[in-house]
Antibody, heavy 120, light 108 residues
Framework: QITLKESGPTLVKPTQTLTLTCSFS??????????VGWVRQPPGKALEWLAL???????RYRPSLKNRLTISKDTSRNQVVLSMTNVAPVDTGTYYC????????????WGPGTLVTVSS | DIQMTQSPSSLSASVGDRVTITCQAS??????LSWYQQKPGQAPKLLIY???KLETGVPSRFSGSGSGTDFTFTISGLQPEDVATYYC??????????FGLGTKLEIK
């Protein structure tokens, strides 16, 4: 059974760094073709892809946020971490991690999401 | 960047109706398109991939078609549990995945 779950702070102050952890089970990020990504959703708005890390440690970022995002993985702990620097109220939303289907570029399993509010 | 134009943004239909949502890509994406269902307060759920392939376990009343730039998502026989927002997503121009703005489906 494949599961993912996001964790991290629910409230972050503007200019701070947001760090979110995705803990997953049921698959290995060491397997060829595997990947885990992050997608966010501002309240009442559409989904927005942020970053993705592949099994070979290749990393890709949304160009408009590239300077603020860092994605990393800890395969021994089955975790993927996303950091976002210099957050602002516009970064408020639900953050999801999701599994890239092996070798194919859509997301087949998603975590339940974690709501992050950026406010002073 | 590839833009995905999804329409309508919302619609209301009766139980049993046939519902159609369209998604248009700003450039050719072959069949690299997926559809997701998001119920209120829940994560998105994969329904369709490669434009027309039904994800395992998804009811057969859901279907997808299209290729190139124009795609259609259909629910044949709307059920009350289908109330949700539906999103298309292109994965031709990876890893810059692009989602449509969503279609909110309600029951009349």
């Amino acid at each position: 059974q494949i599961t993912l779950k996001e964790s991290g702070p629910t409230l972050v102050k503007p200019t701070q760094t947001l760090t979110l952890t995705c803990s997953f089970s049921g698959f290995s990020l060491e397997s060829s073709g595997a990947g885990v990504g992050w997608v966010r959703q501002p309240p009442g708005k559409a989904l927005e892809w942020l970053a993705l890390i592949y099994w070979d440690d290749d990393k890709r970022y949304r160009p408009s946020l590239k300077n603020r995002l860092t994605i990393s993985k800890d395969t021994s702990r089955n975790q993927v971490v996303l950091s976002m620097t210099n957050v602002a109220p516009v970064d408020t939303g639900t953050y999801y991690c999701a599994r890239r289907r092996t070798g194919i570029d859509y997301f087949d399993y998603w975590g339940p999401g974690t709501l992050v509010t950026v406010s002073s | 960047d590839i833009q995905m134009t999804q329409s309508p943004s919302s619609l209301s239909a009766s139980v049993g109706d046939r519902v159609t949502i369209t998604c248009q890509a700003s450039q050719h994406i072959a069949r690299y398109l997926s559809w997701y269902q998001q119920k209120p307060g829940q994560a998105p759920k994969l329904l369709i991939y490669d434009a027309s392939k039904l994800e395992t376990g998804v009811p057969s009343r859901f279907s997808g078609s299209g290729s190139g730039t124009d795609f259609t998502f259909t629910i044949s026989g709307l059920q009350p549990e289908d109330v949700a927002t539906y999103y298309c997503q292109q994965y031709d121009n990876v890893p810059l995945y692009t989602f449509g703005l969503g279609t909110k489906l309600e029951i009349k």
